[in-house]
């Protein structure tokens, strides 16, 4: 092309270009569908986040439900904020775990259709390193999370004992709220002796006899 169409094309554009350039910028939804970015993983991370607090949830209420019971978890304000706190740990860490499950599924859906580099292979292997390790994580970290509850059970067992106060049953045994044995000093030895019925003659014969 020689200088003096290049200067007529120039000239050109300027001539058509308009008065006021401004600087807007397209807004996602007015971009034209073949410019548009696609997703390459087809998540939602929004949604991503949901699923894993809705997930944790379920994770918790089967691991504690047999320790402590709704009505217990509903009428504690300290154990439903604990509950809230445990959920949120183990939701951030199935987040974590999902995230890298997609990331290793894109990465071999790229070696799948030809795209290889040796760089990929180190990376995947990362992956599958990382995703075990959280996995043993959540697994801990739920087990600790029942011995916590355990514990807790069981200090609300004590702090209703405690409030019961020490009673008797028929036979004169000392008996804490929850039903169980403390003791029996030697006054109620006694009295439980005197209260039972006299032994027959003849029993006692017979006992001396075997003797």
């Known amino acids: ?17 308009p008065e006021k350039i401004t600087d807007d910028v397209p807004v996602p939804g007015n971009i034209p ?14 949604d991503l986040k949901d699923q ?6 379920i994770m918790l209420n089967h691991s504690i439900g047999f320790i402590l019971n709704k009505d217990m978890i509903e009428g504690n304000e300290y154990l439903k904020n604990k509950l ?6 183990l939701s951030g860490m199935l987040y974590q775990l999902r995230v890298n499950e ?4 894109a990465m071999m859906e790229e070696v799948d259709r030809g795209f290889m580099h040796p760089r990929m292979f180190e ?3 990362g992956l599958s390193k990382t995703i075990a390790e959280i996995n043993k994580q959540l697994i801990g970290t739920v087990e600790a999370i029942k011995l916590t509850y355990k514990d807790i059970k069981n200090d609300i067992r004590e702090k209703e004992t405690d409030a019961l106060g ?8 000392i008996t804490q709220g929850d039903g169980g044995v403390v003791s029996m000093g030697t006054g109620d030895v006694i009295n439980f002796t005197k209260r039972r019925p006299p032994v027959p003659p ?6 001396e006899e075997t003797a």
Do not use: H, W, Y
């Open 1 to 17: 092309m020689k200088v003096k169409d290049e200067r007529e094309r120039l000239e050109k554009l300027i001539d058509d270009a």
């Open 33 to 46: 569908e073949e410019l548009q970015t696609q997703s390459t993983m087809g998540i939602n991370f929004n």
């Open 52 to 57: 894993c607090n809705d997930e944790a949830r």
């Open 84 to 89: 809230e706190v445990d959920v949120m740990s």
């Open 102 to 105: 997609a990331m290793q599924k």
């Open 123 to 125: 990376v995947f292997s």
């Open 166 to 173: 020490p009673s008797r049953n028929g036979q004169g045994m």
């Open 202 to 207: 003849e029993d006692i014969q017979d006992i």
